[in-house]
C-alpha cells in the first residue's frame, strides 16, 4: 500500500520560531491526517483535512493539502519546547485504513 | 475524550510463549487496529476489525492473530512469539471510515 513521505527527516529550530514539515504522496487519496508522538509514547491525532479542502488551523497548526501536486504541509507557529515529537502523516483511501509515514522528527530547543 | 488502553506498557516474553496484547476504549467506536512501530520502518499495521467478530488482515499479519468478541475489546495474539516480533505495538479505534484514529500507550515487547 501507498505511504507518504515526510520531508525533512529531522527538523532543529529554536523556541519561538515557525517549523515546516511536508508530505508527499502518490496515489489518490479521500483525506490525509497529521499526527504526533512523544518519545516512547502513543500517537495523538492533530488535523485532518479531506481531498476537497485546501487548508485548515487548529490552534497554532496550519495544514494545507495540494492534490494536483499530491502534497501537505504542516506548519507549527511559535514553537515551544514541548512541541518536540515525531509528527507523521497519515493518508486516508477508501477503506478504513490509514497509511502512515516514517515522520519527521522536530526538536524545539529553548 | 476518547481513552484507548493497553494492558501492559512493558512486557518482555520467551522465544515460543503465547502472547496476549488486550485494548480496551471507551468511546464505542466501529473499528479498531493493531499497528507495530519499529524504527526505520514507521508504523505498520498488522490486523484491524470493523466490527464485532469482524476481522481483516493489514500488511504484516503472519505470525499474529486478533479476536473482537466485543466491541470495547480488541486483542492481539502471538502465538508463539519469536525475537524478530520484538517491537512497539499500538492500538487505535475510530469511529468509521474516513475518521480520525485514537491510539493507546502503546506497549513494548521484547521476546528473548
Known amino acids: 500500500s501507498q505511504q507518504g513521505e515526510e520531508d525533512p527527516q529531522a527538523l532543529s529550530i529554536q523556541e519561538g520560531e515557525n517549523a515546516t514539515m511536508n508530505c508527499s504522496y502518490k496515489?489518490?487519496?479521500?483525506?490525509l491526517q497529521w499526527y504526533r508522538q512523544n518519545s516512547g509514547r502513543g500517537l495523538v491525532h492533530l488535523i485532518l483535512?479531506?481531498?476537497?479542502?485546501r487548508e485548515k488551523h487548529s490552534g497554532r497548526l496550519r495544514v494545507t493539502l495540494d492534490t494536483s501536486k499530491k502534497s501537505s504541509s504542516l506548519l507549527i507557529t511559535a514553537s515551544r519546547a514541548a512541541d518536540t515529537a515525531s509528527y507523521f502523516c497519515?493518508?486516508?483511501?477508501?477503506?478504513?485504513?490509514?497509511?502512515f509515514g516514517k515522520g519527521t522528527l522536530l526538536t524545539v530547543n529553548p | 475524550d476518547v481513552k484507548v488502553t493497553q494492558s501492559s506498557r512493558y512486557l518482555v516474553k520467551r522465544t515460543g510463549e503465547k502472547v496476549f496484547l488486550e485494548c480496551v476504549q471507551d468511546m464505542d467506536h466501529e473499528n479498531m487496529f493493531w499497528y507495530r512501530q519499529d524504527p526505520g520502518l514507521g508504523l505498520r499495521l498488522i490486523y484491524f476489525?470493523?466490527?464485532?467478530?469482524?476481522?481483516e488482515k493489514g500488511d504484516i499479519p503472519e505470525g499474529y492473530s486478533v479476536s473482537r468478541e466485543k466491541k470495547e475489546r480488541f486483542s492481539l495474539i502471538l502465538e508463539s512469539a519469536s525475537t524478530n516480533q520484538t517491537s512497539m505495538y499500538l492500538c487505535?479505534?475510530?469511529f468509521g471510515r474516513g475518521y480520525e484514529q485514537y491510539f493507546g500507550p502503546g506497549t513494548r515487547l521484547t521476546v528473548t
Open positions: 487505535a479505534s475510530s
Open positions: 496515489t489518490s487519496i479521500n483525506n
Open positions: 483535512i479531506r481531498s476537497n479542502e
Open positions: 497519515a493518508l486516508g483511501g477508501s477503506n478504513y485504513k490509514l497509511t
Open positions: 476489525s470493523y466490527d464485532v467478530k469482524m476481522k
